[in-house]
């Protein structure tokens, strides 16, 4: 009896703890759905707002709430902006196609070189297309079985080889997005300078939407790489990914 007074105990306890969880989990569902909406209707400065208080409220980062933040920053024709919320959606889910898309289309528009195109076509593997990857992987094992014994052995240790390759570059390309937490986009036409601050030299002028990655902060300051190009950049020019 003592044992189970104790175990409902327990169960209250974790219903009065997740109850309020609970019921923010449901208010930042509906407020979703409603700025959804708005969206939807074109109303791009309401649904960004609604979306932007969302962001304030939520707990933990979200794929879909950054891509429909960027989405509505490039219909309000703030590109720079919306390629901060792509690029932080893509943290969350690199592999996913339309995510892709829509930032080659903003690069474009800030005529920016896509730089990620040497890998880009690890990026426009739509979901689906596992399914025929793994009947290609079942259907070369089926041939395997039937090679000689010497040759299996061969073809076996080649497709192991072949697969840690695979392994290892998808393994360098993820850590290539997740390590981009220093790294930053230019807002607007920004100069670069030789110190922090604005009396030291001018080394370069920054486009919009330009990439940088932060290697030292001081102050109001970073010094960040563009390019081939070290300086400093004051942090009101620039939004974190």
Same mark, same amino acid.
């Given at each position: 009896?003592?044992?189970?007074?104790?175990?409902?105990?327990?169960?209250?306890?974790?219903?009065?703890?997740?109850?309020?969880?609970?019921?923010?989990?449901?208010?930042?569902?509906?407020?979703?759905?409603?700025?959804?909406?708005?969206?939807?209707?074109?109303?791009?400065?309401?649904?960004?707002?609604?979306?932007?208080?969302?962001?304030?409220?939520?707990?933990?980062?979200?794929?879909?709430?950054?891509?429909?933040?960027?989405?509505?920053?490039?219909?309000?024709?703030?590109?720079?902006?919306?390629?901060?919320?792509?690029?932080?959606?893509?943290?969350?889910?690199?592999?996913?196609?339309?995510?892709?898309?829509?930032?080659?289309? &903003?690069?474009?528009?800030?005529?920016?070189?896509?730089? &990620?195109?040497?890998?880009?076509?690890?990026?426009?593997?739509?979901?689906?297309?596992?399914?025929?990857?793994?009947?290609?992987?079942?259907?070369?094992?089926?041939?395997?079985?039937?090679?000689?014994?010497?040759?299996?052995?061969? &073809?076996?240790?080649?497709?192991?080889?072949?697969?840690?390759?695979?392994?290892?570059?998808?393994?360098?390309?993820?850590?290539?997005?997740?390590?981009?937490?220093?790294?930053?986009?230019?807002?607007?036409?920004?100069?670069?300078?030789?110190?922090?601050?604005?009396?030291?030299?001018?080394?370069?002028?920054?486009?919009?939407?330009?990439?940088?990655?932060?290697?030292?902060?001081?102050?109001?300051?970073?010094?960040?790489?563009?390019?081939?190009?070290?300086?400093?950049?004051?942090?009101?020019?620039?939004?974190?990914?």
């Amino acid at each position: 009896m003592g044992l189970k007074r104790i175990v409902l105990g327990m169960v209250i306890v974790l219903l009065c703890v997740a109850a309020p969880a609970l019921a923010r989990s449901a208010d930042i569902e509906a407020d979703f759905i409603s700025a959804n909406a708005l969206y939807s209707a074109g109303d791009y400065k309401g649904a960004l707002k609604a979306y932007l208080d969302i962001e304030s409220r939520l707990p933990v980062p979200s794929f879909g709430l950054y891509f429909n933040i960027g989405n509505t920053y490039f219909k309000l024709n703030n590109y720079p902006k919306a390629l901060v919320y792509y690029l932080r959606a893509r943290r969350l889910h690199p592999f996913n196609r339309d995510l892709q898309y829509n930032i080659r289309i &903003t690069h474009r528009q800030l005529e920016i070189k896509d730089e &990620t195109s040497w890998f880009s076509f690890v990026w426009m593997i739509p979901t689906y297309d596992w399914a025929l990857a793994a009947t290609v992987i079942f259907w070369t094992m089926l041939f395997i079985g039937f090679l000689p014994i010497s040759q299996i052995k061969k &073809t076996f240790f080649v497709s192991i080889m072949i697969f840690l390759l695979m392994l290892s570059l998808l393994g360098s390309l993820y850590s290539y997005i997740m390590n981009s937490a220093n790294s930053y986009v230019v807002l607007h036409k920004s100069r670069l300078f030789s110190g922090p601050s604005y009396k030291e030299s001018e080394i370069a002028i920054l486009r919009p939407g330009v990439d940088i990655v932060e290697l030292k902060a001081l102050g109001n300051w970073i010094k960040v790489k563009a390019h081939n190009v070290t300086g400093w950049i004051n942090l009101k020019d620039v939004e974190k990914i």
